[in-house]
């Protein structure tokens, strides 16, 4: 029996993530999700799948990583 450390649901079928050495322990993968998965860069979803890493950035698709490194460009020019 553990608390979900998003939502504070007890639930006896909780279950742990680790991620950097740190144990983060969820009673659904929405909630994992909703504390752990990172943030489109471009349109600002959750990125649930692999993503598209570029300069460090993460986006959910090739298509915002080409977005948003387009816009980089412009603000250089
Ligand atoms: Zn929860
Ligand atoms: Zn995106």
């Known amino acids: 029996m553990a608390t979900c450390e ?3 649901n007890d639930y006896d079928k909780s279950f742990d ?3 950097a050495g740190e144990t983060h322990t969820f009673d659904s993968f ?3 999700i909703h504390a752990l998965a990172p943030v489109c860069e471009h349109c600002g ?10 300069d460090g950035a993460i986006y ?4 915002c990583a080409k977005h948003e ?3 980089r460009l412009r603000d250089r020019a």
């Open 6 to 8: 998003v939502c504070g």
């Open 45 to 54: 979803c959750r990125v649930v799948g692999h993503g598209v890493e570029a």
């Open 69 to 71: 490194g387009e816009k």
């Open 30 to 32: 929405e909630c994992a």
């Open 17 to 19: 993530v680790v991620r």
């Open 60 to 63: 959910c698709c090739a298509n």
